[in-house]
């Protein structure tokens, strides 16, 4: 099959014109992978410098002021509150919906009823404690943190004793035997 490249006056069906295809292919693709560090590197130095946008995402619990900083939204902020309460209490994830449900409480999204996997992401957000910690999407690695990002909503240890007790109630386990299953579940019927 004969290709012609008009701007680079190529044509596939002279011998020197492989060569010069596999040149061009070269220098394309370190192209390519210049553009991509440039991105990586312009991202890292926003994050170190604390100009990232991922700084001051919005999430459940704050709005953004005339400036774009995150601010407390006292209605919700109360809402976080009591979830985090409301687990080191005891409740479970459903049970925790069943209390927003019957107190009439919509979710993040405004729905009537909220879903587990919101309320599992809010009680492992340390954002709501002010601080904000940037990972490599590919790797999940640190790679950067800002305290006092924005005002918090929970205090550190609140969030730390809320991790803690994720950790004791999770089924799932890493020991010598590698990641499994635990025989046991946690049961908030105990701990109400």
């Known amino acids: 099959m004969r290709i012609i490249f008009e701007q ?27 553009r991509s560090q440039n991105i990586r590197m312009g991202l890292a130095m926003k994050a170190v410098n604390g100009t990232s946008g991922l700084y001051k995402r919005k999430l459940y619990g ?13 209605e919700q902020a109360k809402v976080v509150r009591d979830i985090f309460r409301w ?26 009823k909220w879903n587990k996997r919101a309320i ?7 954002k709501y404690t002010g601080t904000v910690t940037l990972l490599d999407s590919a ?9 006092e990002c924005h005002p918090p909503i929970i205090t550190e240890s ?13 089924n799932v386990v890493t020991d010598e035997r590698g990641t499994h299953r635990r025989d046991k ?8």
Do not use: W
């Open 62 to 74: 704050y709005t953004k002021d005339k400036d774009g900083e995150l601010v407390i939204d006292n």
């Open 87 to 112: 687990y080191l209490d005891g409740a479970s994830v459903v049970g925790i919906i069943k209390k927003l449900s019957d107190a009439g409480i919509p979710s993040p999204t405004g729905k009537e």
């Open 139 to 147: 790797t999940q690695e640190y790679l950067y943190q800002m305290k």
């Open 120 to 126: 599992e992401t809010m009680l492992s957000n340390e």
């Open 158 to 170: 609140e969030f730390r004793s809320v991790q803690e007790e994720r950790t004791k109630r999770s």
């Open 8 to 34: 680079e006056k190529i044509d596939t069906d002279e011998t020197d014109s492989h060569l010069m295809i596999s040149i061009m292919e070269s220098l394309a693709q370190a192209e390519n992978e210049s």
């Open 185 to 192: 579940k946690y049961s908030s019927k105990k701990n109400r």
